[in-house]
């Protein structure tokens, strides 16, 4: 079974740097497409990156492109989340999530993936 553990997140001023990670065990993580979501209260779980299983191709979404950046390192089994200039509106609870399927598709909907970790808290104060 698929765990993922997410760790990194805390209380920074507005355009702060921050670095998220998550471990991942519990079988061929490697392989997988994975990616970061968040979630604000009384939103939908909103996608902000994704990596297919070998780290060389990435998607972004609009709200964080240019500010956030995703990697993943296949020996530690980590995947990372970078993070720049952060904004009030980044404030949020971060998930990383893993989609086990064998193939180079990113979702960008929260349904596609398979396993998620427990969520680390990034709150931005202005």
């Known amino acids: 079974q698929v765990q993922l553990v997410e760790s990194g997140g805390g209380l920074v001023q507005a355009g702060d740097s921050l670095g998220l990670s998550c471990a991942a065990s519990?079988?061929?993580?490697?392989?997988?497409?994975m990616g970061w979501f968040r979630q604000s209260p009384g939103k939908e779980r909103e996608f902000v990156a994704g990596?297919?299983?070998?780290?060389?191709?990435?998607k972004h979404g609009d709200a964080v492109k240019g500010r956030f950046t995703i990697s993943r390192d296949n020996d530690q089994n980590i995947l990372y989340l970078h993070i720049r200039s952060l904004k009030p509106e980044d404030t949020a609870v971060y998930y990383c999530?893993?989609?086990?399927?064998?193939?180079?598709?990113?979702?960008?909907?929260?349904?596609?993936?398979?396993?998620w970790g427990q969520g680390t808290q990034v709150t931005v104060s202005s």
């Open positions: 999530a893993l989609r086990e399927k064998l193939d180079v598709t990113i979702p960008i909907t929260a349904n596609e993936y398979d396993f």
């Open positions: 990596t297919i299983w070998n780290g060389e191709r990435a």
């Open positions: 519990g079988g061929p993580v490697s392989s997988y497409t």
